[in-house]
């Protein structure tokens, strides 16, 4: 089964989010840290006999609102600028994936590589695409429309193959 991934921004944007909000939780750190701030603030407003308290109140507000503001706005800017620099405004073909029992083959432009299938990190099956992760941090985005067989065929050789802690459906 081949893949020629033709890539569009929509489908790049859909799987960053996987990636960065689902798959690594990286909104967390932020999130508690404005929460522990929303929690002080709170608490320096019940406190609003102590001189100062509303003042700190405030500022505790103020900031412990804008950290997921100011975090979630430069991710999207940062996507963005992503999107921009791989020229994905309109969809290109950035590389050509094989899946095989043997293993995989990737190329693009300038490489080839082939990945055994015990060596996948884990395989995670979207409603439009394949995300094929090859090491922890490193994946190969595989939309259903850009290959040659239908969607089941393709999650079922990868069934066949890879150990079911090892994909997922999300």
């Known amino acids: 089964m081949t893949c020629n991934v033709v890539l569009s921004a929509k489908e790049f944007r859909k799987f960053t989010f996987f990636d960065i909000i689902r798959r690594r939780k990286m909104y967390k750190s932020p999130v508690t840290f404005s ?10 407003f019940l406190l609003h006999d102590i001189e100062g308290a509303i003042m700190l109140g405030t500022l505790l507000l103020v900031v412990g609102l804008g950290v997921p503001a100011v975090y ?13 620099l791989q020229s994905l405004k309109e969809p290109r073909q950035v590389y050509t994936v094989s899946l095989s029992r043997g293993g995989i083959d990737a190329s693009n432009a300038t490489e080839n590589v082939s ?9 995670y099956k979207a409603k439009s695409a394949l995300y094929l ?24 050789l990868i069934t066949s193959i890879v150990e079911e802690e090892r994909r997922s459906i999300i």
Do not use: G, R
């Open 72 to 84: 979630f706005s430069t991710f999207h800017l940062s996507l963005n600028k992503q999107v921009k």
């Open 35 to 44: 929460l522990i701030l929303l929690i002080s603030a709170l608490i320096c």
């Open 133 to 156: 992760y090859y090491t922890q941090h490193k994946a190969f985005i595989l939309p259903f429309s850009c290959f040659d067989v239908p969607p089941s065929d393709v999650w079922d």
């Open 115 to 123: 990945i055994a299938w015990d060596e996948i990190h884990h395989i």
